[in-house]
């Protein structure tokens, strides 16, 4: 019997996304350079199969996978982004792989990679491309998929990726969360949509990520606040966050915030945050959302600022040397009072910075699209996110309605739901972040957040005096508010008269 898909690594992700794909019916005919890996699925697929084989086949060669696989083939890969994407490409092409056959690749790709492997594999076969979120548990039970590249390979994929996708219910927005293997959900609105020409899933998905970073750096802070500031042990903000979840803050990053900060460690006995190593890890996608938002010029200082976080805790010895040498504001300890209002501020200061994290997010997808002619639709992104991904929350929703009233929007703050929120909350976020920085706990994503909105909303900023500067030393020339646009002046600075030159 021949299988209907082929799949490329069986690592994490790749496992758990070969048993999704069975759990739908697919027959899938699996290879892996490391045997012992493609063993392991098969026995798992067997074990949640009530021990009957078949529903994957291991291939011992990338011969023996096309030769599993009926015509057109498609071959779904999950090998670690990079050079190894390329190689399995290559082995593909030895082996025999057609013009009109398809390869997909879902791991954490490069954007401009992929633009590249599609150009570069013209004519050998058809690459596509699918970004995946929602770790190992979406991949095994429905992730979020933002697929882009050819149209017709997406005929080809798209009933495969609806079927395996997380969904999301109509009436309440909310996730169908249904984690038994064999009893997938298949009700319910996929998570899966048709971003546009290869490169941009991934650069959606790129930007998802730099989302993810901010929002987790959000929750930090908020947690760091509450522990040096207020004192509080890890259960008491673990009950903090549970409690926020039930409430606008509900999001998936934050519950297992605080089921992180609810588990003991095994071998202590100890809240587990208190004994993990404060040195943050990353592997990328987060930096390059950040580069990408300065090359366009395109502001996402939050998301910036998150990577920077991350930077600054992997200084742990210079840190810990620095904590005996620098000093920072008398502190002291807050009233029972004076707690409460914190906390409540802090709830608020996290909303409003969540706002204008999406805001960024949203407005770099818009420049990055407009730069590279794809026309993403922002409400259909926003949609794909409610479920199976790492940053999902009800709150998506309200975007997704943003964009469906203004398609156009300018930025996601003037949208009159959110600027509204903002107005309700944003005397807290101001006093959360006055409280942190005099206390000297450092809130760099909440703060940054809120610099961006006041920028944001300033009608004269002092960009003025910043030109007068420019062309005070380096005659870089200035426009004038009372001429008209695009004609350009320079003050002779050595002149005693300081005479204006019209340039252009
Ligand atoms: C997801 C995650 C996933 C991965 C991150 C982690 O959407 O499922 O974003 O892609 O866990 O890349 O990245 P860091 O190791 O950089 O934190």
């Known amino acids: 019997v021949q299988c209907d898909i082929g799949f490329v690594g069986a690592g994490v992700m790749g496992k758990n996304l070969i048993l999704n794909l069975a759990d739908h019916g697919y027959r899938v005919a699996a290879f892996d350079l490391d045997h012992k890996k493609l063993e392991s699925v098969i026995q798992q697929d067997q074990a949640e199969n009530n021990g009957k084989a078949g529903r994957v086949v291991a291939c011992s060669s990338y011969t023996e996978l096309l030769a599993k696989l009926s015509s057109p083939h498609l071959i779904i890969l999950s090998v670690p982004a990079g050079r190894p994407v390329d190689d399995v490409c290559s082995k593909l092409i030895d082996a025999g792989i057609k013009a009109d056959d398809i390869i997909v690749d879902t791991g954490n790709s490069l954007w401009t990679d992929t633009v590249r492997r599609e150009k570069d594999y013209e004519g050998k076969f ?86 993810e970073y901010a929002d987790m750096q959000l929750i930090c802070e908020a947690y760091q606040v509450m522990r040096d500031a207020l004192g509080m042990t890890a259960l008491q903000v673990a009950a903090v966050f549970k409690e926020w979840n039930q409430g606008i803050l509900n999001s998936y990053l934050m519950e297992i915030s605080a089921e992180v900060l609810a588990t003991k460690d095994s071998e202590t006995g100890l809240p587990l945050v208190d004994v993990i190593l404060d040195k943050a890890g990353q592997k990328g996608t987060g930096l390059w959302t950040a580069v990408s938002s300065l090359e366009l010029g395109c502001p996402s200082p939050t998301i910036a600022e998150a990577v920077f976080a991350r930077s600054i805790s992997t200084l742990k010895e210079q840190r810990v040397a620095a904590s005996t040498l620098l000093a920072g504001p008398v502190q002291e300890k807050p009233t029972e009072a004076k707690r409460e209002q914190m906390i409540k501020q802090l709830h608020d200061a996290l909303y409003c910075a969540k706002i204008c994290v999406y805001a960024q997010g949203f407005d770099l997808m818009k420049t990055a699209g407009i730069e590279h002619g794809w026309a993403l639709n922002f409400a259909e992104i926003a949609k794909i996110w409610r479920a199976g991904c790492i940053i999902r929350a009800v709150f998506l929703q309200s975007i997704t309605d943003a964009y469906e009233r203004n398609d156009d929007l300018a930025n996601l703050l003037v949208d009159p739901f959110f600027s509204k929120q903002i107005s309700v909350y944003q005397m807290n976020w101001r006093r959360a972040v006055a409280d942190a920085t005099l206390l000297g706990v450092p809130v760099a994503a909440l703060s940054s957040a809120l610099s961006y909105y006041d920028s944001y909303r300033t009608a004269v900023l002092p960009a003025n005096l910043l030109q007068g500067q420019r062309d005070y030393f380096g005659a870089h020339t200035f426009e004038r508010t009372d001429k008209s646009k695009g004609k350009t002046f320079h003050v002779d600075w050595s002149s005693a008269a300081r005479t204006m030159v019209k340039v252009k």
């Open 126 to 211: 058809i690459f596509f491309s699918t970004a995946v979120s929602g770790g190992e548990v979406g991949a095994r039970f429905g992730p979020s998929l933002m697929p882009s590249g050819d149209p017709y390979a997406w005929t080809r994929i798209e009933p495969v990726w609806r079927a395996i996708a997380a969904k999301v219910d109509p009436a309440t927005s909310r996730p169908i969360e249904r984690f038994e293997p064999g009893n997938p959900v298949t009700e319910g609105e996929p998570c899966a949509t048709y971003i546009g020409p290869g490169g941009s899933g991934h650069y959606v998905k790129m930007v998802h990520n730099g989302i």
